[in-house]
């Protein structure tokens, strides 16, 4: 029997989780909209003559390729990657046998806000949970900031990872990763306000850049890792929708657990 997990979250509108160019907009067509919408697009179709004078639903969003729960790919970080060797994948590109694998759920809920998820805290994790990563695992953090989804605090919760701790999975053979919080790095404020005092440009989206040295992919804005209810011994699946050239998709990210 097979178990299923839905990571993701749902693109919303007026949702204060995104800085505020970048929160979602939907024009919701409904059912009686719907039905103006099919006597203009054929002549002669009058309303009546729908079922009880109904047409269809439809959406029109306004959103960017980073809305909800999303796949971002090494464009994204870079237009080269693998320290300049290659040019960096857009997600229309990025190789399905990446975006189905086995799942290992690391827990950092312990951490604050705005921490550095390090090498040392890494290594720690898996000593705990006792896996040996191998190539290809889908390797995703848990902060809890997902618990604040929906509110202006969602922006400043959860930690985040750094540029060597990436790299440390990058090193292992893993191509994706996946975080609960807004960002795989930590959030936007703690990196700025560090930049601030010390001028320091490498606090910026160390964790993003990694991908400038070896070539990986993240979901970002996971929710529900807890419903997963084990470390590994299940499958993600984290197929991107295809934008051409674009740096990132949106994801329904589903844990696949046999039970």
Not at 10 to 17: G, K, Q
Not at 124 to 151: C, H, S
Not at 213 to 233: D, Q, T, V, W
Request: proline residues 5%; hydrophobic residues 40%; glycine residues 8%.
């Amino acid at each position: 029997m097979k178990r299923f997990v839905d990571l993701s979250i749902s693109i919303e509108a007026n949702i204060p989780s995104d800085p505020e160019i970048m929160i979602p907009k939907i024009d919701y067509i409904d059912h009686n909209k719907g039905a103006e919408q099919m006597t203009e697009m054929m002549p002669g179709l009058k309303k009546e003559h729908l079922p009880k004078g109904l047409g269809w639903a439809v959406e029109f969003l306004n959103i960017t390729s980073h809305s909800g729960t999303h796949l971002d790919a090494p464009y994204h970080y870079h237009p080269t990657t693998n320290k300049g060797e290659k040019p960096a994948l857009t997600i229309d590109e990025i190789p399905l046998e990446w975006c189905f694998n086995d799942g290992v759920l690391l827990d950092f809920r312990h951490k604050k806000d705005g921490e550095r998820i390090t090498v040392q805290d890494i290594k720690k994790e898996l000593n705990r949970i006792k896996y040996k990563l191998k190539p290809l695992d889908i390797v995703l953090i848990q902060t809890g900031a997902d618990k604040a989804w929906g509110t202006r605090e969602y922006l400043l919760k959860g930690a985040g990872m750094t540029k060597e701790a990436t790299l440390f999975l990058l090193e292992k053979g893993i191509k994706v990763t996946g975080i609960d919080a807004w960002s795989w790095d930590r959030p936007f404020s703690y990196m700025l306000e560090e930049f601030r005092q010390t001028k320091n440009p490498a606090v910026i989206w160390e964790a993003h850049f990694a991908g400038i040295e070896k070539e990986y992919c993240h979901i970002e804005k996971m929710a529900n890792l807890s419903a997963i209810g084990r470390p590994f011994g299940f499958t993600i699946s984290c197929f991107p929708v295809k934008i051409k050239s674009g740096s990132a998709g949106w994801t329904r990210a589903v844990a696949i657990i046999e039970e």
